[in-house]
């Protein structure tokens, strides 16, 4: 009988920079972390990797478009799930300072704030991993690991 895989989710964040600033949605109404500012991002879907779900995540929830040549992996992510102890995630945060259209909120249902920030001065209700990934980011640290105990 084969051995079971270990899983992971794996996820793709768009870090989107404009002079120092960087574009952050507040959820709404969807069940995880509600009023708590993260980013555009979504979950990989079967057979895409993680450079479509950007491109596929930045039209959907922000209606721009972007393209492969114009992002960069800035910072991946090993993480244990807060809520879920048995899920871990990868996440990849991919840095954009290029899109064409203009920043929408293509998902009001989910979203009720789309807003820069500027990087020294997050909002207070940023969700601690993701702030914890910009803080990375802006050390030139591609790589980390959160929620685990030591």
């Known amino acids: 009988m084969p051995k079971e895989r270990h899983t992971v989710i794996p996820a793709s964040y768009l870090v989107l920079e404009d002079s120092g600033r960087v574009l952050l949605s507040r959820r709404y109404n969807t069940g995880y972390r509600d009023g708590w500012y993260s980013m555009i991002a979504g979950h990989v879907e079967a057979s895409e990797t993680f450079t479509q779900c950007m491109i596929r995540e930045a039209y959907e929830e922000a209606g ?36 064409e259209w203009e920043i929408t909120n293509m998902e009001p249902e989910k979203c009720d704030d789309l807003s820069w920030f500027s990087l020294d001065a997050l909002p207070e209700n940023t969700i601690p991993y993701v702030r914890y990934a910009l803080a990375m980011m802006q050390k030139n640290i591609g790589y980390s690991e959160y929620g685990w105990s030591d």
């Open 64 to 99: 721009i478009v972007i393209h492969s040549e114009d992002v960069r992996v800035a910072h991946i992510m090993h993480r244990k799930s807060e809520y879920e102890t048995e899920t871990e995630r990868v996440d990849v945060f991919f840095l954009c300072d290029r899109w």
